[in-house]
């Protein structure tokens, strides 16, 4: 009953609020987001040269990784599930946990990680000293010597350019198109039981910090949640609420990787966050409105 007390009092605070809110494709400055694509996929940055940034967050899988976790340098393995890079650009905080404020820091995570990249800025900064990259920062940058800085700013203006605009729901929201009886429902759906109180805003999630099992605990790994940064025992088991746009393209699921049907995570996050236990009927509905939070892929091809 407590659980319900507090989605009503939330839900009544966010209904003078647009509660979700349609996205659009950003500005960009084409030439370093041109340069950007280059080196999101270039494996050479990385220590042994065999992962880029594409390794984890691959275009055939939404931008992310189809594996439970990552596997990084010399085969090791990741310690929780890489997000999506798609609209990540909305996002609050990056990083499950929230440990970089904006997609400039995130970059430094990967790229120095001693299990993802391993690699250092003087490493990154030698490559792009030389050709065939020395020229092309230069052209762009104007500047003698390139720097890390550089490379990173290239990237971030390259992942501003992955946003995905023009959904079935943003449409709806637009009034340029019609949910159907069943998308409209369970849409109504996921915000009378209460999904809606996280998953919100523009990147319907991805703007808050939540715990994982507000009602019931399931045995899941807790690794690197909010609490590694804060250690602060209210942030035990808290993570960063991830967006639900292009969920259906970004399995599996939640920070382990542990469910790979978005039914199954539909039915889990429903039990563990809100006390509910949805029939099938209901996460039929709701798993069809999720599918109208797919908006149109970024064109990679236009930049080159």
Not at 134 to 148: C, G, P, V
């Amino acid at each position: 009953m407590k659980i319900f007390i507090i989605i009503t009092f939330l839900l009544t605070a966010l209904s003078s609020y647009d509660i979700i809110t349609p996205i659009k494709t950003l500005k960009i400055n084409k030439a370093k987001a041109k340069l950007g694509i280059d080196l999101f996929f270039d494996s050479s940055f990385s220590k042994d040269g065999k992962i880029s940034c594409a390794s984890c967050h691959q275009p055939g899988y939404g931008w992310a990784d189809p594996r439970k976790v990552s596997a990084g340098i010399y085969g090791r393995k990741g310690v929780i599930q890489s997000p999506t890079v798609l609209n990540a650009v909305y996002n609050f905080k990056q990083m499950w946990n929230g440990r970089f404020k904006d997609l400039y820091e995130q970059i430094n995570g990967p790229t120095h990680d001693s299990s993802e990249m391993g690699a250092t800025n003087e490493h990154i900064e030698k490559i792009i000293n030389k050709e065939p990259y020395k020229s092309k920062f230069q052209k762009i940058y104007k500047k003698d010597y390139n720097t890390y800085k550089m490379f990173q700013n290239a990237i971030v203006e390259f992942e501003k350019f992955l946003t995905t605009p023009d959904s079935k729901f943003d449409l709806y929201l637009k009034g340029k198109d019609v949910l159907s009886k069943d998308e409209k429902r369970g849409y109504e759906l996921f915000v009378k039981t209460g999904c809606i109180v996280c998953h919100n805003g523009k990147n319907v999630g991805g703007n808050n910090f939540s715990k994982i099992g507000v009602v019931n605990n399931k045995k899941m790994a807790f690794v690197r949640d909010r609490y590694s940064i804060t250690h602060k025992k209210i942030d035990i088991h808290v993570y960063k609420v991830p967006s639900l746009r292009n969920i259906a393209l970004t399995s599996p699921y939640f920070h382990t990787g542990d469910i790979k049907d978005l039914k199954v995570a539909i039915r889990t996050m429903g039990y563990m966050n809100l006390g509910v236990d949805l029939d099938d009927k209901q996460i039929e509905l709701i798993y069809k409105f999720l599918l109208t939070l797919t908006g149109k892929s970024p064109d990679i091809g236009s930049l080159r």
